[in-house]
Every structure is written in structure tokens, then in C-alpha cells.
T-cell receptor, first 114, second 111 residues
Framework: ETGVTQSPTHLIKTRGQQVTLRCSSQ?????VSWYQQALGQGPQFIFQ???????GRGNFPPRFSGLQFPNYSSELNVNALELDDSALYLC?????????????FGAGSRLTVL | DAKTTQPPSMDCAEGRAANLPCNHS???????VYWYRQIHSQGPQYIIH???NNETNEMASLIITEDRKSSTLILPHATLRDTAVYYC????????????FGKGTRLSVIA
């Protein structure tokens, strides 16, 4: 089975720009969540998608938005980038039933905002 | 905020058991203890979870105290590849509940 894949792996943007990060969930997984990990910190929950709807959100402003597609893949969009948005963005997927309790993470997309 | 407290770092000799402690004194009756680890430049990896009984799988053992206020993750024979940051997380057993990460314990396995 394939794991969670994220793209791009690295990218550099400037303040005020917009960015889209992509995630393909593990085969058979129907829930996707996104986390932000600043340098030296643990990951912080951004939001979660199930059946193409956001069904949970952390303490992040509305300029962080997302989508989930019918094939369960997902996008994270960040508008009006700020320097503090520089971080590793992690996508995680989980399966139905008892599999919902175990998250499989991708390797992340490292965003640098200049 | 994370509901767990872990030492910031630990060392372990290769081949020896690594015992990683975690305090979760405010854990509620329906919250599980989860452990994940993050090897450098990778995403977190699930290790094990448990409610009140000790658990063992191919990666590790989880020992939870009877009062459930603390737990220990045991890697029975640590290898250099086990060098990582280990996160202890308490969480409701629901797919809707996000993981709340603290800063974890940085385990260094030394040859």
C-alpha cells in the first residue's frame, strides 16, 4: 500500500503571496488532517476533512483554508503569507472504523516565507 | 496545550532498552495514551497506544501505571535508527479528535 505523499517538498514564497500544498492520502483512508510544525516545536493541528467537509479546526485564521476531493486527496491553501507561516506542513490520513484512531503522516512540505 | 510532560532529551546505548517516561496527571477516564515518533526530516510515525492495560507490538511496549497518571514507552533493544523525537499524547478515542503534540523527548541512541 502507498503511504501519504505530499507536494511540493520544499518551496519559497514572499510575504503576501499565496501557496497551495497538496496531499494524497494513504489507500483506503477517507479522512485527512493538516498540521503546522514550526522549527523546534511539535506539530499543531490546523484542520481536518472528512467527506469533503471540514469537520474540525485548530486555532488558525481563515486565511488557512483547505479542500478534500472525492478521491480523498486534499489541498491546504494559505493566503496573504506572513513570515511566521514558515514551517513544515504535515498532512496525515486515517482510515474508517478503528483505523480512524491512527494517523499516517506524510514527510511534509517545507515552506519558507521571505 | 499538551496534557503531557516529557523530559526534553535522553540518551541510550545501542542495544539497551530505552525507557521514555511521560506524565499525564490530568488524563480523563476515556482518554487513551498515544505515542508517536518523528525521525529527522520525516513526518511523525505512530508507535503504540493504550487505555489502561499494558500493550506490546512489534515496535515497543507501553506500560501505564494503575492510576493512569503516567506511562513509559519501552524500546527493548534500541538501534541507531531509533534516534528521534518521541511524543506522548493523550487523546479521546475518536477519529474527530486531533493530536495535540508537546515538544516531546529527543532520544539519542549512541553506538
Amino acid at each position: 500500500e502507498t503511504g501519504v505523499t505530499q507536494s511540493p517538498t520544499h518551496l519559497i514564497k514572499t510575504r503576501g503571496q499565496q501557496v497551495t500544498l497538496r496531499c494524497s492520502s494513504q489507500s483506503g483512508h477517507n479522512t485527512v488532517s493538516w498540521y503546522q510544525q514550526a522549527l523546534g516545536q511539535g506539530p499543531q493541528f490546523i484542520f481536518q476533512y472528512y467527506r469533503e467537509e471540514e469537520n474540525g479546526r485548530g486555532n488558525f485564521p481563515p486565511r488557512f483554508s483547505g479542500l478534500q476531493f472525492p478521491n480523498y486527496s486534499s489541498e491546504l491553501n494559505v493566503n496573504a503569507l506572513e513570515l511566521d507561516d514558515s514551517a513544515l506542513y504535515l498532512c496525515a490520513s486515517s482510515g474508517p472504523g478503528s483505523g480512524a484512531n491512527v494517523l499516517t503522516f506524510g514527510a511534509g512540505s517545507r515552506l519558507t516565507v521571505l | 496545550d499538551a496534557k503531557t510532560t516529557q523530559p526534553p532529551s535522553m540518551d541510550c546505548a545501542e542495544g539497551r532498552a530505552a525507557n521514555l517516561p511521560c506524565n499525564h496527571s490530568t488524563i480523563s477516564g476515556n482518554e487513551y495514551v498515544y505515542w508517536y515518533r518523528q525521525i529527522h526530516s520525516q513526518g511523525p510515525q505512530y508507535i503504540i497506544h493504550g487505555l489502561k492495560n499494558n500493550e506490546t507490538n512489534e515496535m515497543a511496549s507501553l506500560i501505564i501505571t494503575e492510576d493512569r497518571k503516567s506511562s513509559t514507552l519501552i524500546l527493548p533493544h534500541a538501534t541507531l535508527r531509533d534516534t528521534a523525537v518521541y511524543y506522548c499524547i493523550v487523546r479521546l478515542h475518536s477519529g474527530n479528535t486531533p493530536l495535540v503534540f508537546g515538544k516531546g523527548t529527543r532520544l539519542s541512541v549512541i553506538a
